[in-house]
Structure formats: structure tokens, C-alpha cells
């Protein structure tokens, strides 16, 4: 169920995003070159809009886009797989967690969970929007994920493969996204004070080899992050590229006729930051982010829908209230979910745009353990089964409707639709015009066209020229070849012109006219 709602028409449907098309482009120039767009030799970062992705996503889509060639479906698919993956193991790894031998959470119970678990996340909206398209988010997030399970494995059947897997995979998750650069260590640092007396039964030497490989793991990612930029980025989505703490403790401050050192102490620039910080932080838990409005990136919600069911609430809410009474679940396992749930959005409250579905994805994870608790105690209950049931369809009709039909009616630009018509007809009429000037209306069209064209990335790399960076610390490229991703306002004779149509009206996503 989970592969038919995530590979249905993936190849085509949602259009490729910059994003993605960056990610793509720049294995297939690996590929091609051994150098990524700007020519840099198999980097750690890549260099991307000015600002630097992390490279894990690049290198996993390497053998697809070789076998596959350049197309939507080989870049999604790194993630497809992996997000299925992620379902799988959070079932293995609920049953491993709420497992028990006393009598009011068995085997057969722990495994109903568990299944109930990976079914949520199957079917939640949030999961299946980032499992359609290269979103390094999720591909880092599943990596943690089976990491976790290999932990807990290894501490079951006391397997060090499985140790060393986990360090691995979870050490992994660095190179995909940055989040996970905050999640990761969390996630990693709990699991072993949790389990600590369990880990180092045996003597505490058994935690040199996990330790050595997690240091040699993270030790690259840390130098390049620092060489490529990594303050740039942060100074560019982070809390501080917000400026209106600082505006609104100067406006506080001029209120005041004689400023004094009690005025600047209550209307500092740094307890208005934190209260920004936490009411970022505590929106991520807000019903409107949850369960009615989601996101509000419209390339990351569908209408009128939030990142969940909106029946899911009273289960979430039941839920809750079971998992923190019952005692017949582990005080590690209580320790773990709720710690996990409280870190999740730590890294999208860190940025000046929150709450962020993408950045905060790693919700998804205990939020469908919790749903499935409260799901697990009306089981027995027929009718209210049946209702459940009717509930479940219906929100799945809906929130499938919403998506295929009328997300990109609503959010045309965010969706950038039409790109790969578009870029072969700009193709066959290239040699026929001095100039063609291409709308800017959609974020970065460059790489749209780099991708879609199959352009040579040779002869890229010595022409490639970022503009300078905006306000938050992004660039792009306005030339290559005859083509300028800008129309001017007086358009020179011998060009052909592609603008921006109103998709909603028109049906169309482009206009084109020539003089």
C-alpha cells in the first residue's frame, strides 16, 4: 500500500523542483565530468544557488541516474526506496520497543502496534508528500530510523554488526541534510545514555569501535561544512536572518524618554530572539500546523489540509494519555518516543521560517507511534472499528484529491509546471534567435534547464556565473549560452520571449512571443 501511493506516476507527478533538478544535475555531471556544476572535483558539499547541499543524496542517486539517465524518476527513486524502508523498520522497531513479557503489553500486542504504527505512517499525508520527490530530508530521517532498529536489534540479540550498522547508518545521516546534523547527534546521545548500564555490561571498551567510527564518519562532514559555508548558510535561514527582534527592541527602546540599563535588560535584542525561538519552536505542535492549515510553503502542503488527518486527533490525543499512564511499557521506551517527538522541530525552530514541515518531518515518526497507541485501544470495539475504518478512506480519498487534482491548480508556480515542454521547445528554437529571454518568476529556471536539456556539463563549467547573493544568502545564474533567465524591459529585435502564465486561468504555465 505504502509503494502504490508513493510510486503512482512519480516520474511525472509532482514537476520537478530546483531542488531536485540540482541534486540530479549534478550526479549526471559526476558522471559525465568527475566534477559537479561549478567544477569542483567529487565534493562533500556541492555548491548549489550559492548556498552548499549536503552530498549524500547526489552520490546515493549516482547508479540510478546511470542505469536510468537523466529523468525525475531516477532522482526520486533513492528516496522512494529508502521512505519504504523507513515503514518497514518502524514496524520492527515498535514491536522491539513495546515488546514485554508481563501481562498487559504481550508479543501478540506488540506486534499489533507495531503494525499499526507502520499503517499510520503509510498513510499519512505528511510521509507520502516528502516520499514523491528527492527530498534529502527523508532520506536522512530514514537513515536514522533503521539506525535506531539496529540499535535496539543489537541490544536484543547482542549482535555487534548490528551496532556498528547502526553507528553507520545514523553517522550517514549527516551527509544528507542539514537538520540532521542536530537530530542525528541528539537521537545518537540518548539512545546511549538511555541504555548505557545495557551497552556497558560487558565493559565500557565495547564503545571504542562505534566511537571510533562515528568520529571518522563525522569528521569529514564537519570540515567541509566549515571550508563550504556552513555559517553563510545558517546566517541566511537561521533564527538571526530574522530582523525584526532586533527592529522591535529598538522600537521599545525609543519609547523610553531616558533609556536605562532596566530598559535595555527587559527589551533586549537577545530575550526577544528566544521568544521568537519558542513560539517557533511551540508552533510546530500547533492543531493549525497539524491537523488544519499545515505549512505554509505551498510546496509543501496540499489545500486546505494540515500535515495530518484531521481524525487523527482525538487518537493522538487518547494516545498520549495511554502511553504517559500505562506501566506496562518501559521507562526507556517512554524516554525515547517523547525525546524524539521534542527534538523533532528543534531544527526548524532554529530557522526564521518555522514551523516547517520539511525541516521538522522527523515528527512523522513518534506522532504515528502515538496515533497508533490510541488507535490500538478501540480495537476491540467493532463499530467504533468500522467508523475508524469509513474515517480512514475518507480522509485518504480527500487528501489524495487535494493532491493529484488541485495542488497545482493552486500553487502553479510552486509546483513549476511545464518545465520539460517548455525546455524542448526552447530547444528546437534555440539556433533560430539572437536572444531568449526566460521568465524568473519561477525559482531558479536555470537548473530546470540544465536538467530537462541534458545540458553538456562540460560545456557548463566554463561558463557558469552566479549573480551576487540576496538577502538570505542565495544566488543563481542569469546566461548560459543565448539564454537569460530575466526579460528586460525593452526586448531587442531577434528574440523569443517565454513569460509566466496565470496556469489557474489559462490552463497554461507559459506565454511565448517572438519580435
Same mark, same amino acid.
Given at each position: 500500500m505504502a509503494t502504490i501511493l508513493r510510486f503512482y506516476k512519480i516520474g511525472s507527478y509532482p514537476s520537478l523542483n530546483p531542488d531536485e533538478a540540482a541534486l540530479g544535475y549534478n550526479a549526471y555531471s559526476l558522471l559525465e565530468t568527475g566534477k559537479d556544476e561549478h567544477g569542483a572535483s567529487w565534493p562533500l558539499h556541492f555548491k548549489s544557488f550559492g548556498d552548499y547541499k549536503p552530498g549524500g543524496y547526489v552520490y546515493l542517486a549516482l547508479p540510478f541516474i546511470? =542505469?536510468?539517465?537523466?529523468?525525475?524518476?531516477?532522482?526520486?527513486?533513492?528516496?522512494? =526506496?529508502? #521512505? /519504504?524502508?523507513? /515503514?518497514?523498520?518502524?514496524?520492527?522497531?515498535?514491536?522491539l520497543l513495546f515488546e514485554s513479557k508481563g501481562p498487559r503489553l504481550n508479543r501478540s500486542k506488540a506486534q499489533n502496534l507495531s503494525l499499526l504504527s507502520s499503517a499510520v505512517l503509510a498513510l499519512s499525508p505528511w510521509h507520502i508528500h516528502f516520499s514523491r520527490g528527492a527530498w534529502e530530508a527523508y532520506s536522512a530521517l530514514s537513515l536514522i530510523i533503521i539506525g535506531i532498529y539496529f540499535f535496539y536489534s543489537h541490544l536484543k540479540n547482542l549482535k555487534n554488526f548490528h551496532l556498528y550498522l547502526s553507528v553507520i547508518l545514523i553517522s550517514l545521516s549527516l551527509y544528507f541534510y542539514h537538520s540532521a546534523r542536530i537530530l542525528a547527534p541528539l537521537i545518537g546521545l540518548s539512545l546511549v545514555? =538511555?541504555?548505557?548500564?545495557?551497552?556497558?555490561r560487558s565493559g565500557i571498551r565495547k564503545l571504542l569501535i562505534p566511537i571510533i567510527i562515528t568520529i571518522l564518519l563525522a569528521l569529514p562532514v564537519l570540515f567541509s561544512f566549515v571550508r563550504n559555508?556552513? +555559517? +553563510?548558510?545558517?546566517?541566511?535561514?537561521?533564527?538571526t536572518a530574522d530582523q525584526g527582534p532586533i527592529w522591535r527592541s529598538n522600537e521599545l527602546l525609543n519609547q523610553h524618554n531616558n533609556v536605562k540599563l532596566i530598559n535595555r535588560a527587559m527589551h533586549n535584542k537577545? /530575550?526577544?530572539?528566544?521568544? #521568537?525561538?519558542?513560539?517557533?519552536?511551540? !508552533?510546530h505542535f500547533d492543531l493549525n500546523f497539524l491537523f488544519l492549515n499545515g505549512d505554509e510553503v505551498p510546496r509543501s502542503k496540499v489545500p486546505e489540509m494540515g500535515q495530518l488527518y484531521l481524525f487523527e486527533l482525538p487518537f493522538l490525543i487518547i494516545g498520549i494519555f495511554f502511553f504517559l499512564k500505562s506501566r506496562a511499557i518501559n521507562k526507556k521506551t517512554k524516554t525515547l518516543i517523547l525525546s524524539f517527538l521534542l527534538f523533532a522541530p528543534l531544527a526548524s525552530s532554529l530557522t526564521f521560517q518555522a514551523p516547517s514541515a520539511l525541516r521538522s518531518l522527523p515528527m512523522t515518526i513518534p506522532l504515528s507511534i502515538l496515533i497508533a497507541y490510541g488507535l490500538y485501544h478501540f480495537f476491540k470495539c467493532r463499530p467504533l472499528l468500522i467508523l475508524i475504518?469509513?474515517? #480512514?478512506?475518507?480522509? =485518504?480519498?480527500?487528501?489524495?484529491?487535494?493532491?493529484?487534482?488541485? !495542488?497545482?491548480?493552486?500553487?502553479?508556480y510552486a509546483w513549476n509546471l511545464g518545465f520539460d515542454q517548455i525546455v524542448s521547445l526552447v530547444e528546437s528554437q534555440k539556433n533560430n534567435y539572437q536572444n531568449i529571454f526566460f521568465t524568473s518568476r519561477y525559482d531558479q529556471p536555470y537548473i530546470l534547464y540544465l536538467f530537462f536539456s541534458k545540458y553538456p556539463p562540460q560545456k557548463l563549467q566554463s561558463q557558469i556565473k552566479l549573480t551576487p547573493k540576496d538577502q538570505y544568502g542565495f544566488s543563481t545564474v542569469d546566461r548560459i549560452d543565448n539564454i537569460t533567465f530575466i526579460i528586460p524591459t525593452e526586448i531587442p529585435s531577434s528574440s523569443m520571449?517565454?513569460?509566466?502564465?496565470?496556469?489557474?486561468?489559462t490552463g497554461q504555465s507559459f506565454k511565448i512571443y517572438t519580435k
Open positions: 546511470k =542505469i536510468l539517465g537523466l529523468t525525475p524518476l531516477a532522482v526520486r527513486l533513492p528516496n522512494l =526506496i529508502l #521512505s /519504504i524502508l523507513a /515503514i518497514y523498520y518502524l514496524s520492527k522497531l515498535v514491536f545514555t =538511555i541504555n548505557f548500564k545495557r551497552l556497558t559555508g556552513g +555559517a +553563510a548558510r545558517f546566517g541566511g535561514v537561521g533564527l537577545r /530575550i526577544l530572539y528566544f521568544l #521568537s525561538w519558542a513560539q517557533k519552536y511551540t !508552533s475504518a469509513f474515517c #480512514s478512506l475518507l480522509s =485518504i480519498f480527500y487528501y489524495l484529491d487535494a493532491y493529484f487534482v488541485h !495542488s497545482q491548480k493552486r500553487y502553479p520571449v517565454i513569460e509566466a502564465s496565470d496556469f489557474q486561468l
